[in-house]
Structure formats: C-alpha cells, structure tokens
C-alpha cells in the first residue's frame, strides 16, 4: 500500500480550498541522471522545504527530492493552526523528561512559532501569520485543569501569553454550546499551510535549492557519501535528510516502527459574511478543543470557515469525507446546519506513540526528523532549521528533541491497522463520556 498514491492521482494536488485559491509555482523537473550536492532532502512539505532554505542560506548545495508536489502531503492539507508548546503539555512532558529538560522543549516549541511568524513575513510567502489559538475544553472536568495549566505556565515558565476563560467568555468567543471554558494563546496563532509550504519553496529556490518533484525515492542506502535512488535519477550527498513524515513507507524502518500514518479531514464552508464569521469566531482567533479526537477549526481570509475532525480506521479516505465531518461541525455549530460545504478533503500525517516529535541520526550522515503528531505546522518548520544547524555542526537542538524516548508501535506494520481501530474507537467513547 502506497500513501503517496492511494488517495491521490499522481502530480495533483487534492481537491483542498488550498489548492484550489493557492499562488501555484511552476511544475519542477523530474530528477534524471546522475546528480551531486552536499546534502539531499528527501520531502517536499515543512521539513524539508525548512531544512533546504536554512541550509542553502547557508553556503550549502542543496538537492530536494518531492515524489509528488511541493506542499502535496500533511503540509499543504493540514488545518494551518501554529501552536504554543508541544504537542504533549507540559506536566506530561516533565514527568517524561524532567522539568529542566521540559522547559527546554517549552524553549523550542515557542522558537517553533517565532520562526513560522518571521518566514511569513517574506515577500515571497503569500500568507499571513493571524494571531490566537483557543483551546476549548469540552468537558466540565476540563475546566480546572485549563486554569491550573495557564497558571502553571506562569509560574514554572514565566510564559504570559495565555489566560483561562470560564464558560461565558468562552462562549462569547467561540458561540458554540459544546464548550464549557478553556484558554487563549495570544501569541500562536494561524496561517494558511499550502501557501506557507509555496513560500518557502520560493525562498529555498532563490537561495539556489535545486527541488525535483515527481520523483520518489526509492533506496537510501546507508553509506558515506550517500546514494539516494530514484526511478530515473542517482543523488550523491555528503548528507541526507528524511522529511517525509507520514509518507515515508518502507524507506527506513526503524523510523517506521515509531511513526505511524494516520489519516485526518477537513471542510471548508461556503463563504459567509464579515458578521457572520464574527458570530461564530471572534476577533479571527483559530480554536481547537480538548477532545483527543480533535476539532479544530478557523476561518479563511474569505471568510468560509475550515473545519477539521473525524478519524477513520483505514487508509483509504472515505468517499464522503464531506458527510463524514458535517457530523462533528454541527456538534459544535448546529446553527450550521443549511450551510453549504464548498471543498472536502483528507490527509497523512505522522503520529508517535507519545505524541512527541521523532528525530533520529541513523547514521553520522543521515538525520531523520518527523512524527509531529498534528503539531506540525511549527515543529516542522523548526525541525528544517534544526537539521540544517546540525548538520553545520551544532547539535545541540537536535540531541535535545532525538533524546526524548520514542517507543516503537506494538505489532509492527502488519497490525497497526487493527490497533489502531481498536485505540481510536476507545477514545472516541472516552470522548463521549
């Protein structure tokens, strides 16, 4: 089975609201022949789009290799929110880590969001950086532990960017009767992906990146110098860089024993008024809510509102993915119910056990960093930084998130599907309850 196909037709962008209203780029060759750089990017979306630009900026050859098109997989689909923190809160991550080593993830993850805010800023990125993340609890019992969290930001991170709302305020923002408080992250915000992902595309093209889609690697061996193999083109690097995330199949499995490909959907609504949108979400903030199965949802700059949610249990995308995620946006906005979905569709991302990033050296010159759990809009974005510095010979950020432990999922490839149905049926009711 082949992620990069099976929902898709090969060197087309999804039937998304992104692709249908992005800036596109030219179509860019096929790799053919034999081909030298210092460092191949294997991945076309946030990791490796980050990881060209910074390494290109600095003094480095740089080759990437996209099977598909740039922003084609979980980069150019996802539901655009740029988060504050890890994907795993902080008191988990200090029972993990530690609260030293808890603190210096706080570090990167807000490093994370300043990184996507300042790339956005570049003439070359058509999208803007829309600040506020609510995070809506949609349990009583939730409540508590969204004050005690902001409140623990303040005091064990001296972070001031977030407040608790109670249910009133909440529903003023969000005119929702799903939720019963939560919080506001003033300082993260939203932005739209595929947009983004062409942005940087553009900048690591005029710092001299040399990108190829429609080509799937299909080896990486683990030698020095690297010999990356496609159907019609052989890469030689000093370095290699895996950035596929939830597409990287059978290309290393050690990170696919710790990775695993989800699918996830979304809709966009027909457009709607200024006032409208206001009624529904205030002051353009981007919510998503407590539920482990998540509902995220914002509004465009054209005022239709984005939707995502709903899970499915294989990896064929429904055939009504539309009708699929109607469900859960009138649980939220039954006020909805008459209006028009315009655009509807799916995604891969990568998922740890954890919920926390993977990044791994497989070897001295092969870095692999991905599994960002549906946080990836930042973290992605960071971890391109993060492997270039390394690479350049400061490893320090990547000792740092490659130290935290990543367990391998149980069963191996062969049961992960049926795992997967029974572990996500188990939440959903833990969700209803």
């Not at 990170?255 to 989800?262: E, H, T």
């Amino acid at each position: 089975m082949d992620l990069l196909s099976i929902n898709d037709q090969s060197g087309m962008y999804p039937g998304s609201y992104y692709a249908a209203q992005a800036t596109h780029l030219d179509r860019f060759d096929k790799a053919q022949g034999d081909i030298a750089c210092d460092v191949c990017v294997i991945g076309g979306g946030f990791t490796g789009l980050s990881t060209a630009l910074h390494l290109a900026k600095a003094g480095y050859d740089v080759v990437l290799l996209d099977a598909q098109r740039i922003g084609f997989g979980a980069s150019g689909r996802n539901g655009g929110q740029v988060g504050q923190g890890q994907r795993v809160d902080q008191g988990d991550l200090e029972n993990l880590v530690g609260h030293d080593t808890a603190k210096s993830l706080w570090t990167l993850a807000r490093q994370s969001v300043d990184l996507v805010r300042d790339l956005s800023k570049s003439d070359l990125v058509k999208a803007d950086f829309h600040s506020g993340i609510i995070h809506a609890d949609h349990r009583q019992r939730d409540v508590q532990h969204s004050k005690d969290y902001v409140q623990h930001l303040r005091d064990a991170y001296d972070y001031d960017g977030a407040r608790a709302l109670d249910q009133e305020e909440l529903r003023h923002l969000v005119n929702s009767p799903a939720y019963y408080g939560g919080a506001i992250y003033e300082d993260a915000g939203h932005i739209d992906p595929l947009e983004f992902a062409l942005g940087l595309a553009r900048m690591a093209t005029a710092a001299g990146v040399r990108i190829f889609e429609g080509s799937k690697v299909t080896s990486v061996p683990e030698t020095a110098p690297a010999v990356v193999k496609t159907n019609a083109a052989t890469v030689t690097a000093q370095y290699v860089v895996l950035g596929c995330n939830g597409y990287l199949g059978t290309l290393n499995r050690r990170v696919a024993d710790r990775v695993m490909p989800i699918n996830n959907y979304i809709v966009a609504t027909e457009p709607m008024s200024p006032d409208a949108q206001e009624a529904l979400i205030r002051n353009n903030y981007a919510v998503a809510d407590s539920k482990f199965v998540v509902n995220y949802f914002r509004f465009s700059d054209d005022h239709r509102l984005l939707f995502g949610g709903t899970e499915s249990y294989r990896y064929k995308f429904p055939r009504d993915i539309a009708k699929a995620v109607r469900k859960p946006m009138l649980e939220i906005y039954p006020q909805l119910k008459d209006t028009r979905i315009d655009y509807a569709w799916g995604g891969t991302l990568g998922i740890t056990m954890n919920r926390m990033p993977h990044f791994e050296r497989i070897t001295g010159n092969i870095l692999s960093l991905s599994g960002y759990s549906g946080h990836g809009v930042a973290m992605a974005t960071l971890a391109g930084q993060i492997a270039a510095e390394t690479i350049a010979g400061q490893a320090e950020r990547f000792d740092l998130m490659a130290n935290v432990p990543t367990q391998t999922f149980p069963g191996g490839p062969m049961l992960r599907s049926p795992l997967l149905i029974l572990a996500m049926l188990w939440f959903s009711l833990r969700d209803k309850l």
